[in-house]
Every structure is written in structure tokens, then in C-alpha cells.
């Protein structure tokens, strides 16, 4: 079969989406696994990585400067995505942004642009029309043809994008494992695995700073349980998660209590004191470059000040209170980031989370009920 290098024209497409990335995020930082300076994606493959938001988009076109070597890629896509009007449907503008949005909708650029670099719209369960075809007994046959085409498309000589969670994850953390690396495997028996953990830290910045940590290419045996091959996928990605200043302080927060003052500079020593037993203990787990500086005070300010726009802390001369509404649970976790932004950054860490619960009880817990 004919490998489906990427052309010039393909290659200056996906560096324009990436051009994306100062408007959408503070700043981008990015880590390997094992030392290693990029993504081995020896065809056939497929990569596989965390969904989060519309934001993945940008992303995925940084994470594809990567792949070793390039190639061009089969990426489903939401299926509304390449239909008339997405952006006003999907945003709801208004005012001028409206007409904005309405000028590049008419020219059709973004479904024009995303079928070019290897888009294919694929439904999602109970969105799109799914509804109507499971009405009709044709979503079974939709979803086959669906893979069917996947398949096709790398046999073809293309590697694959997959998004394995299938839905944006909404609590901080993974969302179930669909089963689709199973089934690519049983149809490509040559088919070999990579994978990428995106991380936002959205408390830290004005906007959201993204963390990409790539990891090591891998096999899956189809002879294995699905539940294997899925749990597999799920260890994968939850432990490429990076800590962030956001996430390691959102642990600390809700490790305090209710009403527990601090000042900020026993808050800078916690941190400092987790950053180093997590160095030491989980050498593996990439750090922001933030936590490996000496001074992250600003951006610690700029963290307890959205808190406290949220309600979730009170800020004292010095320092802050920790307040009750920071430890309620919502009774859904659907859009957690809005509901509490802090347990949703401290979900990111779930992979993690014995770990430095061990830490915190031998280390920690001990000099914060002295405070």
C-alpha cells in the first residue's frame, strides 16, 4: 500500500491552525516520555489522546509538528462540525463577532480546510440524529460503516487521530473508554499505539496554559479482554497528565478543610515540599516549568483571585480563608469546570492521587493542623 505522505500545501494548512494557539492559550509547554523528542508513529498507527474542549483542535495541530515521521492523518470529527453554520450555531454570537462568524460560515473555509487535512464526521450517541437512527434500528449499521471507513482510510496509508473517550471528558479527568482501539487492532493486526495527555491549567493564567506530555509508542494484543485493552488505553493517558501549579494547588485546597486561613507563604512551602517528594518519589510525572521555578507568586495571586470572583475563598491580608461552597459537591458532574473549578483541576490528578495522598499524610498533614 501507498503511504499518504503530507505535502507542502497540507503541511502549511495545519501551521495555520496552530497559528491559533496565541489566541487561545496563555502559552503552550510540552514534555516527553523517556527523554525522547518526539512521537513515533511508525505506520499504521493511531494516536490517541484526551479530550477536553474545542480547544483539542489547536492542539492536535501542534501535537502532528511531532509525529515521527509525517504522514497524513484520518481524524473523526463531530459531524456538525463540517456542516453549514457551525460557528453561529455553536457559539450563538452576537453583535459584530455574529457577523463575523457569518462571513467565514458562508465561505464554508472550516469544513473546507478540516476534510483537506483528513476530517471525517462521524456521529456521537444521543447527539447529531442519533436519536432518529435509533429509532429507525440504523445506528448500529451508521456506527459500523463509520469504522468501516476508518479502517479503509488507513489501509490506505494514512495514520489515525482518535479521540478514545469519544466525548469531551467533563469532571477534570478521563471520560469511559469507548471500545475503539479494540476493534482497530482486530481489524490491523500491525497496528501500533501512541499516545498524548493534554493538561489546562486555567486557574494559574488569564487564560488557559496548555501542557501536552507525549508518551512512547505501544502494542495492544487483540487476544486480550477488551476491558484489558481499554484499561490499558485509560493507564495510558491518566498517568500522562502534568502537574500543574493549578492542579497540585486545587489538591491543597481541598486537603485544608473548611474556614482554614493560610497565609501565602506556608502555601508556597506546601507546594514546594509536594513539588519536591514528587521529584523524588514520581520521577516519571512531568512538572510544569512554574513549580520547577522558585517564584510562582503571581501566579498563585492570579489563582486565589479567581477563586474568590468564584466564591470558593476569601482573601485575608497576607493571605486567604478557605470557604464553605470550595468542598460541595455538585449533584452532577457534567461542565464541573464551571460548577467548581477546583475539584475539577484537582480530577485532573486522579492517576496520582495515592500517591500524593501518601505524601500528604507522612509529610504534610501533620504541620498543617498547627496552622
Known amino acids: 500500500m501507498k503511504i499518504k505522505h503530507h505535502t507542502i500545501a497540507y503541511d502549511v494548512l495545519i501551521r495555520f491552525v496552530s497559528f491559533?494557539?496565541?489566541?487561545?492559550?496563555?502559552?503552550?509547554?510540552?514534555?516527553?516520555?523517556?527523554?525522547?523528542?518526539?512521537?513515533?508513529?511508525?505506520?499504521?498507527?493511531?494516536?490517541?489522546?484526551?479530550?477536553?474542549?474545542?480547544?483539542?483542535?489547536?492542539?492536535?495541530?501542534?501535537?502532528?509538528?511531532?509525529?515521527?515521521?509525517?504522514?497524513?492523518?484520518?481524524?473523526?470529527?463531530?459531524?456538525?462540525?463540517?456542516?453549514?453554520?457551525?460557528?453561529?450555531?455553536?457559539?450563538?454570537?452576537?453583535?459584530?463577532?455574529?457577523?463575523?462568524?457569518?462571513?467565514?460560515?458562508?465561505?464554508?473555509?472550516?469544513?473546507?480546510?478540516?476534510?483537506y487535512i483528513g476530517c471525517v464526521p462521524v456521529k456521537r450517541p444521543f447527539r447529531d440524529n442519533s436519536r432518529e437512527l435509533i429509532k429507525k434500528g440504523e445506528?448500529?449499521?451508521?456506527?459500523?460503516?463509520?469504522?468501516?471507513?476508518?479502517?479503509?482510510?488507513i489501509k490506505r496509508g494514512k495514520n489515525l487521530f482518535m479521540f478514545p473517550e469519544g466525548t469531551y471528558n467533563q469532571d477534570g479527568f478521563l471520560n469511559q473508554i469507548k471500545k475503539g482501539a479494540y476493534y482497530l487492532k482486530t481489524k490491523i493486526d500491525t497496528l501500533h499505539f501512541n499516545c498524548f495527555t493534554l493538561?489546562?491549567?486555567?486557574?494559574?493564567?488569564?487564560?488557559?496554559?496548555?501542557?501536552?506530555?507525549?508518551?512512547?509508542?505501544f502494542q495492544l494484543d487483540p487476544e486480550k479482554p477488551v476491558d484489558t485493552i481499554t484499561g490499558i488505553v485509560k493507564s495510558k493517558l491518566g498517568e500522562n497528565y502534568t502537574i500543574t501549579l493549578g492542579n497540585l494547588t486545587s489538591f491543597i485546597l481541598l486537603k485544608l478543610g473548611k474556614e482554614t486561613q493560610l497565609k501565602m507563604e506556608k502555601l508556597v512551602n506546601?507546594?514546594?515540599?509536594?513539588?519536591?517528594?514528587?521529584?523524588?518519589?514520581?520521577?516519571?510525572?512531568?512538572?510544569?516549568?512554574?513549580?520547577?521555578?522558585?517564584?510562582?507568586?503571581?501566579?498563585?495571586e492570579t489563582l486565589l483571585q479567581k477563586l474568590k470572583i468564584a466564591k470558593l475563598v476569601e482573601l485575608t491580608e497576607g493571605g486567604f480563608k478557605t470557604l464553605e461552597e470550595l468542598y460541595q459537591i455538585p449533584k452532577s458532574l457534567h461542565n464541573?469546570?464551571?460548577?467548581?473549578?477546583?475539584?475539577?483541576h484537582r480530577n485532573q490528578l486522579t492517576a496520582h492521587l495515592e500517591q500524593l495522598e501518601e505524601i500528604w499524610n507522612s509529610?504534610?498533614?501533620?504541620?498543617?493542623?498547627?496552622?
Open 20 to 115: 491559533a494557539k496565541g489566541i487561545t492559550f496563555h502559552s503552550v509547554e510540552e514534555n516527553f516520555t523517556e527523554g525522547l523528542k518526539e512521537l513515533e508513529t511508525p505506520y499504521p498507527s493511531a494516536i490517541l489522546g484526551n479530550h477536553v474542549s474545542e480547544a483539542d483542535i489547536v492542539a492536535l495541530s501542534l501535537v502532528y509538528r511531532r509525529l515521527n515521521p509525517k504522514i497524513k492523518m484520518i481524524i473523526p470529527t463531530r459531524e456538525d462540525i463540517l456542516k453549514p453554520g457551525f460557528l453561529n450555531k455553536e457559539f450563538r454570537a452576537k453583535g459584530i463577532l455574529k457577523w463575523v462568524f457569518g462571513i467565514i460560515d458562508g465561505s464554508r473555509l472550516i469544513p473546507i480546510l478540516m476534510r
Open 139 to 153: 445506528l448500529r449499521d451508521q456506527v459500523d460503516a463509520e469504522w468501516t471507513n476508518l479502517v479503509t482510510n
Open 199 to 217: 493538561t489546562y491549567d486555567s486557574l494559574s493564567y488569564k487564560k488557559s496554559k496548555l501542557y501536552i506530555k507525549y508518551g512512547k509508542a
Open 270 to 300: 506546601i507546594i514546594n515540599t509536594l513539588k519536591e517528594q514528587i521529584q523524588f518519589k514520581l520521577p516519571q510525572v512531568s512538572l510544569a516549568s512554574e513549580l520547577t521555578q522558585s517564584n510562582f507568586q503571581t501566579q498563585l
Open 336 to 344: 464541573l469546570k464551571k460548577s467548581n473549578i477546583v475539584l475539577y
Open 363 to 371: 509529610r504534610i498533614q501533620n504541620e498543617v493542623q498547627h496552622f
